[in-house]
């Protein structure tokens, strides 16, 4: 079945560790996203790429990285410098933005990251 | 800049209430609107989608029409079911942006 695949469901960081979140896709979806959410909160989004090779800041890179050196795989990596990392992360993707017509974005299941 | 407004919850409502829940969205251009649905520590579904004005998006029972005119898109079910308590996210998305821009959610609570 396609679909997006993020892992792990659980994570838990020591403070001053950076620790990467893993997305894959099967989808052939060109674009990719995470965004980050809080309780009781919408999404705001971290990161995105539109291309292999290629990605953008979002809201609040600020403590992320990313990296897209493959279509399939978009990985997040939350380091020390991101002062509350503790949240549910979602990572997300959608076929092509240039054909004509805004694309849905699915979304893994998420990845719940608490610091400790 | 673009920005979409949803009504605050939770909304609790008994099975086979009728439900509505609002959305409105302020945008530069014609976007595209969405309504996702959340179930407690899962990602998001969508839902439901309209491309242009009039249109009218459903699926499950639930339906939202685009209103250009009041710039709404708002959510509605005929009878809901315990099944549907979840979290419903509105969206708004254009061509050639980078991502969705998201509501901030309305938690919905449906009682036997």
């Known amino acids: 079945d396609g679909g997006i695949t993020q892992s792990p469901k659980y994570l838990f960081r020591k403070e001053g560790q950076n620790v990467t979140l893993s997305c894959e896709q099967n989808l052939n979806h060109d674009a990719m996203y995470w965004y980050r959410q809080d309780p009781g909160q919408g999404l705001r989004l971290i990161y995105y790429s539109q291309i292999v090779n290629d990605f953008q800041k979002g809201d609040i890179a600020e403590g992320y990285s990313v990296s897209r050196e493959k279509k399939e795989s978009f990985p997040l990596t939350v380091t020390s410098a991101q002062k509350n990392p503790t949240a549910f992360y979602l990572c997300?993707?959608?076929?092509?933005?240039?054909?004509?017509?805004?694309?849905?974005?699915?979304f893994g299941q998420g990845t719940r990251l608490t610091v400790v | 800049g673009d920005s979409v407004t949803q009504m605050e919850g939770p909304v609790t409502l008994s099975e086979e209430a009728f439900l509505t829940i609002n959305c409105t969205y302020t945008?530069?251009?014609?976007?595209?609107l969405f309504w996702y649905v959340q179930y407690p520590g899962e990602g998001l579904q969508l839902l439901l989608k309209?491309?242009?004005?009039?249109d009218k998006g459903s699926n499950k029972g639930f339906e939202a029409t685009y209103r250009k005119e009041t710039t709404s898109f708002h959510l509605e079910k005929g009878s809901v079911q315990v099944s549907d308590s979840a979290v419903y996210f509105c969206a708004l998305g254009y061509t050639g942006r980078r991502a969705l821009t998201f509501g901030s959610g309305t938690r919905l609570q449906v009682q036997p």
């Open positions: 997300a993707s959608s076929s092509s933005l240039l054909d004509g017509t805004a694309n849905e974005a699915f």
């Open positions: 309209a491309t242009k004005a009039d």
């Open positions: 945008a530069t251009g014609y976007p595209s």
